[in-house]
């Protein structure tokens, strides 16, 4: 096996798709089984094709298109792979280097259960792309209290 790689470079691969950056970590097995339950619960909760339909425009299509009991599944299976890739992955992670993406799978998962009733400027945005800009104050709040409490704890 090569050189382990870069925080970033493991990170970005678990969001291509999960399971990739344990692969790339070598963690053979464990991004196998990643893989595995992500296509899971891709298929089972209808996953790509509401993806595809709120590309398309078709917000109402891609409303209805998903398994919400299943697709609940995705933010935490997806956030904790890129955790998982990124703190396995060469250079130093601190023990609370979780907390962005906690905070991230929380929101998502809270933009996905409010998709089908908040509206945007007046539009449904539907279950792909609030749950995405649920994401940005997720990371955020993350952050921020991972920033404190490094400064609390600080020696």
């Known amino acids: 096996m090569g050189r382990k790689p870069k925080k970033h470079e493991a990170l970005l691969w678990s969001i291509a798709l999960p399971g990739f950056g344990q692969i790339l970590n070598g963690k053979i097995v464990k ?10 619960v891709n298929v089972q909760s209808n996953f790509n094709l509401t993806i595809m339909y709120s590309f398309l425009g078709e917000i109402n299509t ?6 919400y009991q299943w697709l609940m ?11 998982d890739a990124y703190r396995d992955a060469e250079g ?31 539009f449904l945005i539907g279950p792909i792309f609030l749950p995405m800009l649920f ?11 991972y920033k404190i409490i490094l ?5």
Do not use: H, N, Q, R
């Open 31 to 40: 991004g196998t089984v990643f893989l595995l339950l992500e296509i899971i």
């Open 62 to 67: 891609a409303i209805e298109t998903p398994d």
């Open 73 to 83: 599944f995705y933010p935490c299976l997806y956030m904790f792979t890129m955790w």
């Open 92 to 122: 130093e992670t601190t023990s609370i280097s979780y907390l962005p993406f906690l905070f991230g799978a929380f929101f998502v998962t809270v933009g996905l259960i409010y998709s089908v009733k908040i509206k945007i400027f007046g």
């Open 135 to 145: 994401l940005v104050p997720g990371l955020v709040i993350g952050f921020i209290i």
């Open 151 to 155: 400064i609390v704890t600080k020696p």
